[in-house]
């Protein structure tokens, strides 16, 4: 079964630094989300993406995160300059077109030192 | 906007035993519903979910869940269960949203999770 893959599983990174969590959705998906999970709380949505474009994003997603699709397969989220608080497990997930649930990747495990 | 609570954040049980999650919800428009589980070090896996139709839905691994317009509910249920079931149990919430590629499902809004543990 197509899966949705993220790279890498675990990144340590220093406050300040900018980092990219990579994601490959599954082929033939139109629609593509990042969530993340801080440790002991609820998984919070932050944005999602169609048509090159976001569609949505919540109160999270601010002028130090950015979505982009680099090319016709993967699907990235940057944070510009990295603070404590973003420690957390970033999920990548995509839906085919239409009223399909959403599939998830194995996470990406942010740690800010 | 939506949300999702999950009444127990832990729920032990011994192996073959009937187990019930609890997941309720509130909206002011009409909700689609799912489950996901988290097994260790793995990604959310989709279990089931309710989208219309038969207010009793079925999933994976034996899984059920009802849907209960009235309680604003959606409880997973599994007759007897495994020592393999154990892991993380997430209810999410999504609403229809409309834009230029047409109707699509929004974002999920997920509750806590709760902890199933199966002991021998």
């Known amino acids: 079964e197509p899966e949705v893959t993220q790279t890498p599983s675990h990144q340590v990174t220093q406050m300040g630094q900018e980092v990219i969590l990579r994601c490959v959705p599954i082929?033939?998906?139109?629609?593509f989300y990042w969530y993340r999970q801080i440790l002991g709380q609820k998984v919070e949505f932050l944005v999602s993406?169609?048509?090159?474009?976001?569609?949505?994003k919540s109160e999270i997603f601010d002028d130090q995160f950015s979505v982009e699709r680099p090319d016709g397969s993967n699907f990235t989220l940057k944070i510009r300059s990295t603070k404590l608080e973003d420690s957390a497990m970033y999920f990548c997930?995509?839906?085919?077109?239409?009223?399909?649930?959403?599939?998830f990747g194995d996470g990406t495990r942010l740690s800010i030192l | 906007a939506q949300s999702v609570t999950q009444l127990d954040s832990q729920v032990p049980v011994f192996e073959e035993a009937p187990v019930e999650l609890r997941c309720n919800y509130s909206?002011?428009?009409?909700?689609?519903l799912f489950w996901y589980v988290q097994y260790p070090n793995q990604g959310l896996q989709l279990l089931l979910k309710?989208?219309?139709?038969?207010?009793l839905v079925k999933g994976i691994n034996g899984f059920e869940a009802e849907f209960n317009k009235s309680q604003t509910s959606f409880h997973l249920r599994k007759p007897s269960v495994h020592i393999s079931d154990t892991a993380e149990y997430f209810c999410?919430?999504?609403?229809?949203?409309?834009?230029?590629?047409?109707?699509?499902?929004?974002?999920?809004?997920f509750g806590q999770g709760t902890i199933l543990t199966v002991h021998p």
């Open positions: 997930a995509s839906s085919v077109w239409g009223r399909q649930p959403q599939h």
């Open positions: 082929s033939n998906h139109l629609y």
């Open positions: 993406f169609y048509n090159n474009e976001i569609s949505e």
């Open positions: 909206s002011s428009v009409s909700v689609y």
């Open positions: 309710y989208l219309s139709g038969s207010t």
């Open positions: 999410a919430v999504t609403i229809l949203t409309s834009n230029a590629g047409g109707t699509s499902y929004g974002k999920l809004t």
